[in-house]
């Protein structure tokens, strides 16, 4: 059965520091996701991508994230200037309508 | 924007005993509620999911169960086993009308014991 794949699993940067997380969807998924999940705490949507182009961002997802399909397999989530409140673990998940969304196995950032 | 509520925060059961899990959402435009499992470190799994035109749906020992009008929805878990021990959290969305954004409940502890 096809899963998200996503790399690195843990990342550790300074703050200040650019960042850039991995996603692999699922290959005939047409909708993509990050989510981040502080420690303890719920999943937070942080931005869903469409057709090449952002379709809906969260409050989060300011100017220092930027999300990018470089080729046809890979979603990239990239942080600018990582903050210390950017610690998380961040999930990619992927669907095929819109509806049901499967996850990756998460990338933990610990920005120290 | 959508705001989902999730009760309880933990459950504690008895394993065979059945585990109810309960949530409540503001937006009537949602129209899609899936419920994933998380067990420590690991993704969120999805275990079951229901649309809006369906009032309830059953897979073996799990359930789900939508209340259109009032705007909840429960998960209903029998005869637990310890493995069923993660958290659960619950979500809705508009589906495929706002590209799916899920907005996730809280969170339930849930803690089987043997």
């Known amino acids: 059965e096809p899963e998200v794949t996503q790399t690195p699993s843990h990342q550790v940067t300074q703050m200040g520091q650019e960042v850039i997380l991995r996603c692999v969807p699922i290959?005939?998924?047409?909708?993509f996701y990050w989510y981040r999940q502080i420690l303890g705490q719920k999943v937070e949507f942080l931005v869903s991508?469409?057709?090449?182009?952002?379709?809906?961002k969260s409050e989060i997802f300011d100017d220092q994230f930027s999300v990018e399909r470089p080729d046809g397999s890979n979603f990239t989530l990239k942080i600018r200037s990582t903050k210390l409140e950017d610690s998380a673990m961040y999930f990619c998940?992927?669907?095929?309508?819109?509806?049901?969304?499967?996850f990756g196995p998460g990338t933990r950032l610990t920005v120290l | 924007g959508e705001n989902v509520e999730q009760h309880p925060s933990t459950l504690s059961v008895q394993e065979g005993d059945s585990a109810v899990i309960k949530c409540t959402y503001s937006?009537?435009?949602?129209?899609?509620f899936p419920w994933y499992k998380q067990e420590l470190g690991k993704r969120p799994q999805l275990i079951i999911d229901?649309?809006?035109?369906?009032g309830e749906k059953k897979d073996q020992r799990i359930a789900v169960t939508l209340n259109k009008t009032a705007k909840h929805f429960s998960l209903h878990i029998t005869e637990t086993q310890p493995e069923d021990s993660a958290v659960y959290f619950c979500?809705?969305?508009?589906?495929?009308?706002?590209?799916?954004?899920?907005?996730f409940g809280q969170g339930t502890i849930l803690t089987v014991h043997p």
């Open positions: 998940a992927s669907s095929r309508s819109g509806d049901t969304q499967y």
């Open positions: 290959s005939n998924h047409l909708y």
């Open positions: 991508f469409y057709n090449n182009e952002i379709s809906e």
């Open positions: 937006d009537s435009a949602s129209n899609y």
């Open positions: 229901i649309r809006s035109n369906v």
């Open positions: 979500a809705a969305s508009r589906g495929g009308t706002s590209y799916g954004k899920l907005t």
